[in-house]
């Protein structure tokens, strides 16, 4: 989305009428440009409707992202800048465009944001719905000198700081289900998607990217092929994006600015407390094969534990393994 477009919808996102007239004395441009990005907001779903003409109106007003007030949150919560906002109104894949950043230069503190992705990613390849204005699409880079060893059991660490942004933000009862997803009443709310970019035993950056379900439109959650849930089903209060953006931001970088030195056993405990699979009968994918078991919880390396049918226990380390529970 380019740069007029986003100033448009800003001046749209009161949700009341405004003319092409009056939008292009606003942004000093022709009527004629101004009717044409409108109509390349409609192709995106960026603008829900259209009234005649020359005039224009948002079926709901938008709560877009904003820097400033992101950096004023912070600024609240004592955070210093070192951090580097940065807020696309569409992009194909925020974890994409970071580790594009990343692979360019040494990049420690950039944070993406996006309103809309059109190709954002999932695990183990499958697509992350990500509609426009209504979740958080955030990747984060961190650079590790000391190589990706030393990031190990990092995505389950950053599961927990997740659960504090939303704990912080008065929403209760959050769980983790290993190895990164953000489970609320049984259905998933976020999920993290840990990328490592260089060399095994050389300096490394992570791109942590984090999808959180905020207002998802029911025209889009039907695309999505499990049991989900959004913070306006769980929440009476509506809850900023800005401020979940600052929350999340202030409670990772906690994580990572501190993951070298003290690593995932310092929040084993606190993950262990929110374990969703935890004394579960699941069924655990791995390379085509499949094994059952009870969850006993994950070690302090963040490999699950599971005592499998034969009584042996087994460990087992992220990548891509999935785990549902026997029903
Ligand atoms: C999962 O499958 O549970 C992980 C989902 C991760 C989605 C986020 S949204 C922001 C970032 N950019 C992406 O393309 N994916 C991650």
Redesign the pocket.
Known sequence: MSDLQGKILHILKDGKHHSAASISIKLGIAISIVEKYVMQLKSIGALTSIYGQAEFKLAVSLDLLSKQDITDYLANEGITPDYNIKIFQS??????Y?REQAELSANSGLV?L?EQ?T??????G?N?I?PFAS?????VVWDFPKGAESTQGLSLAIGVGVRRALLALGIKDVQLKWP???FVNNR?L????IEIIGAPNGACSV?V????NVSMPDSFGYKIDQDWIDLSQISKAIISRDELCAKLIANIFKILKNFYDIGFPAYLYEWQDADFLKNKVCIINVSHESKTGTVLGVDDRGALRMRLLSGEEQRFVGGEISVRIDK
């Open positions: 992009l194909d894949s925020t974890n994409r970071a993406v996006a992705q190709a954002g990613r999932g695990r183990r499958k992350w990500s979740n958080i699409y955030m990747s990164n997803d953000i998933k976020g999920g993290i998607l791109i990217g984090i999808g959180v």
